[in-house]
């Protein structure tokens, strides 16, 4: 099972949270390219401590919205979608290339995430941009979403992603953001969780039904209260239920 987390998102004078100590910890870092957060410094100084521990680099890609965290919902025409896309694509990987390594899968960041999951204009332009980088590279998503389903049409490979650290609805999506209920703090309950995304292939909703979670990926958020102690206690449960974290693109 893969372990990643959003790095490399602060900006300038500002930092957010703790990029070396989860690094230790994951096995896939999604790197903010440097339109909803990160900076040149900022993804030079993530991609040099990734390639020094072996962690796979991932193009954590957003909208052009250092605002609003890339978290507002942007319209977007494709074609512009598209080539922003292909812009943080190549700027994450002139640094990866810096220290003999490069971008190893795509993950949309934010807004994005869910704007691509269920709309298609959206999603084929992540899709299109993928397929003029390079139709090697994998693209990180929610399974069976729209974005998923395209890029499969389009021959990507797609690696199913959960999320240990927030919670679910009875349909399978996340809890919105929005909600007191988003996310999981505590961390033995991120822990749990993740070993039974490991194991049983599912989650409990917020209603306490369980629901299909096959997924190649786990994601810790490295911007929640607590992420490092929540990556430790994930990390160790994994190993104790017999899983070894193994990045997917190994």
Known sequence: MDLNADLGEGFGAWRL???????????????????????????????????????????????????????????????????????????????????????????????????????????????AAISDYDQELPVLCPPGSVLAQLAQGAGLRVVAEGFADRNYLPSGQLVPRSSPAALITDPQQVARQAVRMATERSVIAIDGSIIPCAVESICLHGDTPGAVAAAELVRAALVDAGITPTPFTA
């Open 17 to 127: 949270g703790d990029d070396q100590a989860l690094l230790d910890l994951i096995t896939s870092a999604n790197v903010a390219c440097g339109f909803h957060a990160g900076d040149p410094l900022t993804m030079r100084r993530v991609c040099a401590a990734a390639a020094e521990r072996q962690v796979a680099v991932g193009a954590q890609v957003g909208y052009r919205d250092l605002a609003g965290f890339g978290r507002r919902h942007i319209a977007y025409d494709f074609a512009e979608l598209r080539d922003e896309t292909l812009y943080q694509l190549g700027a994450l990987n002139a640094f990866c290339r810096a220290y003999r390594t490069r971008v190893r899968y795509l993950k949309p960041h934010g807004a994005l995430y869910h704007a691509a999951a269920v709309d298609e204009v959206q999603a084929a332009a992540l899709v």
